[in-house]
């Protein structure tokens, strides 16, 4: 099952709630009775890479000063559990199977109380692109997902208390291509 987009404290907390929508519609996307699809060729450093680059895309639908960032914009306790490898299928039991990757961050320089505008900028961004797009609303927020051509899946969440975060899943790689993949702390509006 992916993906966990968990924060490590504080505001985090509260974001973990209001994700689990973005949680339950990336992981019905990876769960059924099939295998997983396995990219043999894709390793954690080229997943890694593929999503910094979606995020890049995500951020330039965003005003000037976007970026993305680790630490949460406004809370020094509201950083993201940075993501990592996780099973495909963590329901097998086998711990030599496919893996993922998981990226999580918060969007900092948008204006004071435009979650909601930006994440409607993203979607607009992603949809005129022709990214097969999920739009879903959980509690307090939003949720837009994209599935990119590689198999990805990015998350754009409103949390409906003024913050917008943005996730990524890769597609499934082999457990042998984990290893030495690296995440920037923030990632700015190309």
Do not use: K
């Not at 306790?77 to 998981?102: E, M, R, S, Y």
């Not at 505008?117 to 097969?132: F, K, S």
């Amino acid at each position: 099952m992916r993906p966990e987009i968990a924060p490590r404290t504080g505001v985090g907390r509260t974001l973990t709630a209001s994700a689990l929508g973005a949680v339950v519609l990336l992981a019905a996307a990876c769960s059924s009775d099939e295998e997983p699809h396995v990219d043999t060729a894709l390793t954690e450093v080229a997943a890694a890479a593929a999503l910094v680059e979606y995020f890049g895309e995500a951020l330039s639908a965003l005003p000037e000063g976007a970026s993305l960032t680790l630490a949460h914009p406004s809370s020094s306790i509201g950083a993201f559990n940075p993501g990592g490898v996780t099973p495909c299928d963590d329901n097998d039991g086998d711990a030599a199977g496919p893996v993922f990757l998981t990226l999580n961050y918060w969007v900092s320089g948008i204006p004071e109380g435009g979650a909601a505008q930006e994440l409607d900028a993203i979607a607009a961004y992603w949809d005129d692109r022709d990214r097969p797009l999920v739009r879903r609303s959980s509690g307090e927020g939003s949720t837009a997902v994209a599935t990119m051509p590689d198999g990805s899946a990015i998350v754009a969440h409103d949390n409906g208390r003024g913050s917008l975060s943005v996730s990524g899943t890769s597609a499934c790689f082999p457990r042998a291509n984990a290893g030495a993949g690296g995440q920037p702390e923030v990632i700015d509006r190309p």
